[in-house]
């Protein structure tokens, strides 16, 4: 493996009309720390995101440890080595406790790791079973902070850690410990690239960067980080952590379950069951409609994590974001199941797990309209959902299909 | 006094060429034989809605050259089409739309078929059309928006042989092809006089359109650009 983990290499990115990075190189070697600073609005967190593969480049290439990871082509592949992302917003899920939280950043390194030391250290061991949203600003940030650290406090391997204002809101201590950890780190020849005004941090540099030119400087030598993880792979972890998230707020239930059930509702309002019996295609529609307006509220795990760009986070660490692919598909049965007794009066299972099917894609569907507007810069105020009537004609057409059974 | 660009004076050709047909069909064309629709009379709104199809696809065009130029080259003349597309797809599809929804309401007894293949695919590039124009409204001018709305500009186009070849291959509710379809789609001379003076005033109207909008895309730029430089920006 190669010593250098971080390779910027002649990226180019705009923001808006403007090019705010032109030709731009970095190479970071282990146990190096470079700190960007400078006036706001240089494209210190622009290098950050752009290394975390978050900002699509106009010319260039990012490497982690000598592997592509982003270019300018499109390209992105998930890289080989977990990194770890401190972004300026905290890119936390409020629902979830810390432990869970940082477990999370743990089982994507595939180690698991005693947590409580690093907890006491910032003074969080305390309220590690509270939700983030109980926590104070100051605190989230803390929480925000450790899960950038983790990936390389648990790994024998030199690891990249990218850290976007990591000292923002943080008290005095947090700070000297923060300080200390990244000393600490750098010395088992794990990597840094933080931005930061805060000249305190500075001394932990090895280099320090204007954008413009580096310079390079003694850091301070400290015994190295020596507590390690042990390995703990969590298979199809997308899954399960949507899974976690629906499980701990009821967000599917909340959305689009009282959505389906609302309009078999509203179709009860209109129709006696009994009196359409005849009409075939009518009651199937009747029958499968549910399953589409679960689709048609769209994934509710995805709306969550736009909370503190949790979705951006996600998104630079895994190519595949947790979603709600099994909670719709089962939905899609249940509710199917549920509209079959009140229109039809019995059972068919063949329809049930066509609309557990339709469930699924229709949320697959309108997961992939959200995810394609990320990029943009309120990408919850675009009129997405506009396109959504693409899912009625062959919603339609399987409805047909299934009177025919 | 205050000088006429080619913009404004195509949109005037356009808009006098768009009446005389709407006074055309209602006045002149001959009436369709009352065996052939369940509502004749209603007929005659297929001056407008053929011809703004017409123009409909001709601005679907533009709006893929434009988001292909963006994607591809960059260009900023590509981005102007793209903004011009967009804007006139919405307003001809519109009217595309509403015209057929009042015909059908008349000849079919329901404004709308949704397993109609034709009327989906259209109705479907009018809500992209409506996507990218409220889109971008929502959205800061940059290189992030540019290339997201080109992309739906440049997929969206997929719907476009779609509805071209719909009532060829699936013809459910709407209408076969009434030029260029064969034996049953030739028009008397007078209905095919008033449908050409049609599609020839909406595309008149739509290139004035198309450049009147390019223009004020090329202000609002120049005025971004000002405002950027005051406020001291990269």
């Given at each position: 493996?190669?010593?250098?983990?971080?390779?910027?290499?002649?990226?180019?990115?705009?923001?808006?009309?403007?090019?705010?990075?032109?030709?731009?190189?970095?190479?970071l070697n282990s146990g190096e720390c470079i700190i960007?600073?400078?006036?706001?609005?240089?494209?210190?967190?622009?290098?950050?995101?752009?290394?975390?593969?978050?900002?699509?480049?106009?010319?260039?290439?990012?490497?982690?440890?000598?592997?592509?990871?982003?270019?300018?082509?499109?390209?992105?592949?998930?890289?080989?080595?977990?990194?770890?992302?401190?972004?300026?917003?905290?890119?936390?899920?409020?629902?979830?406790?810390?432990?869970?939280?940082?477990?999370?950043?743990?089982?994507?390194?595939?180690?698991?790791?005693?947590?409580?030391?690093?907890?006491?250290?910032?003074?969080?061991?305390?309220?590690?079973?509270?939700?983030?949203?109980?926590?104070?600003?100051?605190?989230?940030?803390?929480?925000?902070?450790?899960?950038?650290?983790?990936?390389?406090?648990?790994?024998?391997?030199?690891?990249?850690?990218?850290?976007?204002?990591?000292?923002?809101?943080?008290?005095?201590?947090?700070?000297?410990?923060?300080?200390?950890?990244?000393?600490?780190?750098?010395?088992?020849?794990?990597?840094?690239?933080?931005?930061?005004?805060?000249?305190?941090?500075?001394?932990?540099?090895?280099?320090?960067?204007?954008?413009?030119?580096?310079?390079?400087?003694?850091?301070?030598?400290?015994?190295?980080?020596?507590?390690?993880?042990?390995?703990?792979?969590?298979?199809?972890?997308?899954?399960?952590?949507?899974?976690?998230?629906?499980?701990?707020?009821?967000?599917?239930?909340?959305?689009?379950?009282?959505?389906?059930?609302?309009?078999?509702?509203?179709?009860?309002?209109?129709?006696?069951?009994?009196?359409?019996?005849?009409?075939?295609?009518?009651?199937?529609?009747?029958?499968?409609?549910?399953?589409?307006?679960?689709?048609?509220?769209?994934?509710?795990?995805?709306?969550?994590?736009?909370?503190?760009?949790?979705?951006?986070?996600?998104?630079?660490?895994?190519?595949?974001?947790?979603?709600?692919?099994?909670?719709?598909?089962?939905?899609?049965?249940i509710l199917t199941l549920f509209s079959m007794q009140?229109?039809?009066?019995?059972?068919?299972?063949?329809?049930?797990?066509?609309?557990?099917?339709?469930?699924?894609?229709?949320?697959?569907?309108?997961?992939?309209?959200?995810?394609?507007?990320?990029?943009?810069?309120?990408?919850?105020?675009?009129?997405?959902?506009?396109?959504?009537?693409?899912?009625?004609?062959?919603?339609?057409?399987?409805?047909?299909?299934?009177?025919?059974? | 006094?205050?000088?006429?660009?080619?913009?404004?004076?195509?949109?005037?050709?356009?808009?006098?060429?768009?009446?005389?047909?709407?006074?055309?069909?209602?006045?002149?064309?001959?009436?369709?034989?009352?065996?052939?629709?369940?509502?004749?009379?209603?007929?005659?709104?297929?001056?407008?809605?053929?011809?703004?199809?017409?123009?409909?696809?001709?601005?679907?065009?533009?709006?893929?050259?434009?988001?292909?130029?963006?994607?591809?080259?960059?260009?900023?003349?590509?981005?102007?089409?793209?903004?011009?597309?967009?804007?006139?797809?919405?307003?001809?599809?519109?009217?595309?739309?509403?015209?057929?929804?009042?015909?059908?309401?008349?000849?079919?007894?329901?404004?709308?078929?949704?397993?109609?293949?034709?009327?989906?695919?259209?109705?479907?590039?009018?809500?992209?059309?409506?996507?990218?124009?409220?889109?971008?409204?929502?959205?800061?001018?940059?290189?992030?928006?540019?290339?997201?709305?080109?992309?739906?500009?440049?997929?969206?186009?997929?719907?476009?042989?779609?509805?071209?070849?719909?009532?060829?291959?699936?013809?459910?509710?709407?209408?076969?092809?009434?030029?260029?379809?064969?034996?049953?789609?030739?028009?008397?001379?007078?209905?095919?006089?008033?449908?050409?003076?049609?599609?020839?005033?909406?595309?008149?109207?739509?290139?004035?359109?198309?450049?009147?909008?390019?223009?004020?895309?090329?202000?609002?730029?120049?005025?971004?650009?000002?405002?950027?430089?005051?406020?001291?920006?990269?």
């Open positions: 493996m190669s010593d250098v983990l971080l390779e910027l290499d002649g990226i180019t990115i705009r923001r808006g009309i403007e090019v705010v990075l032109s030709d731009f190189n970095l190479e960007l600073h400078g006036k706001n609005g240089t494209g210190k967190s622009t290098i950050i995101e752009a290394a975390a593969r978050l900002i699509p480049m106009e010319k260039g290439e990012v490497r982690h440890h000598g592997q592509l990871v982003c270019d300018s082509e499109g390209r992105r592949k998930k890289p080989v080595s977990p990194f770890g992302l401190t972004l300026q917003s905290n890119g936390l899920v409020a629902s979830q406790t810390i432990e869970n939280h940082l477990q999370t950043v743990c089982a994507i390194s595939g180690l698991d790791f005693d947590l409580v030391p690093i907890l006491d250290a910032y003074g969080l061991s305390h309220r590690r079973h509270d939700k983030i949203a109980h926590l104070s600003g100051g605190q989230q940030r803390k929480v925000s902070v450790i899960s950038g650290l983790i990936p390389a406090m648990l790994s024998k391997e030199s690891r990249l850690i990218l850290l976007d204002e990591p000292d923002s809101g943080l008290d005095d201590m947090s700070i000297e410990t923060l300080k200390t950890h990244i000393n600490q780190l750098r010395n088992a020849g794990h990597s840094f690239l933080i931005a930061t005004h805060d000249t305190r941090l500075f001394q932990c540099a090895t280099s320090l960067h204007d954008i413009k030119q580096e310079t390079r400087q003694t850091a301070i030598k400290c015994e190295p980080w020596t507590g390690f993880g042990t390995p703990a792979e969590v298979p199809f972890l997308a899954t399960k952590m949507g899974w976690r998230y629906n499980a701990s707020t009821l967000i599917s239930i909340q959305r689009n379950w009282l959505s389906a059930l609302l309009v078999i509702g509203c179709l009860l309002a209109l129709y006696e069951p009994l009196s359409i019996k005849d009409q075939e295609i009518l009651v199937m529609g009747f029958v499968l409609a549910p399953a589409l307006t679960i689709g048609l509220v769209g994934d509710s795990v995805i709306s969550m994590l736009y909370e503190q760009r949790a979705i951006d986070w996600w998104r630079a660490q895994v190519n595949m974001v947790p979603n709600s692919n099994l909670e719709a598909l089962l939905s899609g049965c009140v229109f039809l009066q019995y059972m068919d299972w063949r329809i049930i797990l066509i609309g557990g099917l339709i469930g699924l894609l229709s949320t697959f569907s309108l997961r992939l309209l959200q995810l394609s507007t990320l990029r943009l810069a309120r990408s919850n105020a675009v009129f997405i959902r506009l396109l959504t009537p693409i899912l009625i004609l062959p919603w339609a057409m399987v409805v047909e299909y299934c009177t025919t059974l | 006094m205050m000088r006429v660009g080619h913009g404004e004076l195509l949109l005037g050709t356009g808009f006098l060429g768009v009446m005389t047909t709407l006074y055309l069909a209602l006045n002149w064309a001959p009436s369709v034989s009352i065996d052939a629709f369940a509502s004749p009379a209603a007929q005659r709104i297929f001056y407008w809605h053929v011809p703004s199809a017409w123009a409909a696809f001709i601005a679907f065009s533009v709006l893929f050259t434009g988001s292909a130029m963006w994607i591809f080259k960059r260009s900023p003349l590509g981005w102007k089409l793209h903004v011009a597309g967009s804007e006139a797809s919405l307003a001809c599809g519109l009217m595309t739309v509403w015209s057929g929804c009042v015909w059908g309401a008349a000849e079919w007894g329901t404004p709308w078929d949704w397993s109609d293949v034709r009327l989906n695919t259209f109705g479907l590039l009018t809500l992209l059309a409506l996507f990218l124009v409220l889109g971008r409204q929502s959205q800061p001018d940059g290189i992030e928006s540019r290339d997201t709305f080109s992309t739906f500009g440049l997929y969206g186009f997929i719907l476009v042989p779609i509805t071209y070849v719909a009532t060829r291959i699936w013809q459910i509710r709407h209408p076969g092809p009434v030029v260029g379809g064969g034996e049953d789609s030739s028009l008397s001379s007078d209905m095919g006089l008033v449908l050409l003076i049609g599609a020839i005033s909406f595309t008149i109207l739509i290139a004035g359109h198309i450049v009147m909008s390019a223009k004020i895309t090329e202000y609002e730029q120049r005025l971004e650009k000002l405002q950027n430089h005051i406020d001291g920006g990269f």
